[in-house]
């Protein structure tokens, strides 16, 4: 790993076709600006470490930088379903694939609200908002502000993904009270266009400017298993990793397999490349927060064991994940119980 210092860490001819660390920066002066610069390289010397090596010292950064036995616990509601006009070949909820996934309006507030009462109880700490669209219109995201003030209101931190955000909302995200704001990169930059076509790596870069810039944390990461290679995976994790400042939270989706999608039918992944996956993401984003997200159904006790020991501590809670099967709250519960780890 490099460190560029001042001026440098702005020249575009240090950058990879991988890397873009300059992606989140704010406009303007570069100058006094330190980063540390994992290349592609770099991340992947880390996953072809033997890999109770990777496991060793992943859990020594995690160590040195988290509580061990404590893992962050959220849940996920889908608040509107369906009806997206996004083409992402792993998403059920695009209009244009033949799913089981309906098109619903936007929920309710007393049902939403019922929903974050629920998951307090049963022991979350942040309720997470998804809308599936491109990006909200106004009239989208006025009862959605409501929500996240009630939400805020009862003690819960407040997550929020939807979608693209322009100018301007951000803002109203903030005074609402929303704690994190969540928008994938997906893949590295190069695998991208085999992924979707309806928005563009650098669209997403741009709503993570517009919410990083109003301080809202950042909850960014990717889906792994889409057919992509491990230097592919380990480009997704330089780009986050070299951010000017990485996100607080990183969920690390293991794809889910929905027939209609294009996605269906994908070799499935190694269960350790998934584990290798998440210690290297501890190793270069140390004070984030990794989250195991989608697939963790398929995963079973072992693998996720693996997992928090590789340096993940984060986790989504509750029976469903959007339109995807989650382990229940009982069976979370009882695999804490015998892993020994807490709930934060």
């Not at 033997?50 to 060793?56: G, I, S």
């Not at 209009?95 to 019922?114: C, F, G, I, Q, S």
């Not at 599936?132 to 009862?154: N, T």
Request: hydrophobic share 40%.
């Amino acid at each position: 790993m490099e460190q560029q210092t001042s001026s440098s860490a702005c020249n575009s001819e240090l950058q990879t076709s991988i890397i873009n660390i300059d992606g989140l920066k704010a406009a303007g002066n570069c100058d006094h600006v330190t980063v540390e610069r994992w290349s592609v390289d770099d991340i992947m010397a880390l996953f072809e470490l033997p890999f109770n090596d990777l496991l060793h010292k992943a859990q020594l950064v995690h160590r040195e930088h988290h509580e061990p036995n404590a893992v962050q616990v959220s849940t996920l509601l889908s608040i509107k379903t369906g009806g997206c006009s996004e083409d992402c070949g792993y998403c059920p909820q695009a209009a244009r694939y033949h799913t089981e996934v309906e098109n619903e309006p936007l929920m309710k507030l007393d049902d939403v609200l019922a929903a974050a009462k629920a998951a307090k109880d049963s022991g979350a700490s942040r309720f997470c908002m998804g809308a599936a669209w491109r990006g909200p219109k106004q009239r989208d995201l006025d009862p959605v502000l409501k929500m996240i003030a009630e939400v805020k209101a009862m003690g819960l931190e407040t997550c929020a993904t939807l979608g693209m955000l322009k100018d301007g909302q951000a803002e109203q995200l903030k005074e609402a009270g929303l704690d994190y704001y969540n928008h994938n990169l997906d893949t590295a930059p190069e695998y991208y266009g085999d992924v979707i076509s309806t928005r563009t790596y650098q669209d997403r870069l741009d709503t993570l400017d517009r919410v990083r810039s109003v301080d809202i944390n950042v909850c960014c990461g990717g889906i792994i298993g889409m057919g992509e290679s491990r230097a592919q995976r380990a480009g997704l994790l330089a780009q986050l990793a070299n951010m000017e400042q990485p996100p607080e939270s990183v969920p690390i989706n293991l794809l889910t397999q929905v027939e209609g999608t294009p996605m269906h039918g994908t070799e499935a992944l190694d269960p350790l490349e998934f584990v290798r996956t998440i210690a290297a993401a501890r190793v270069t984003m140390p004070n984030s927060f990794v989250r195991l997200s989608a697939g963790r159904q398929s995963m079973g006790d072992a693998v996720q064991a693996l997992c928090f020991l590789a340096g993940a501590n984060s986790i989504f809670y509750g029976e469903k994940l959007l339109t995807t099967g989650n382990p229940e709250a009982d069976a979370d519960n009882a695999l804490f119980a015998k892993l020994g780890l807490k709930k934060i």
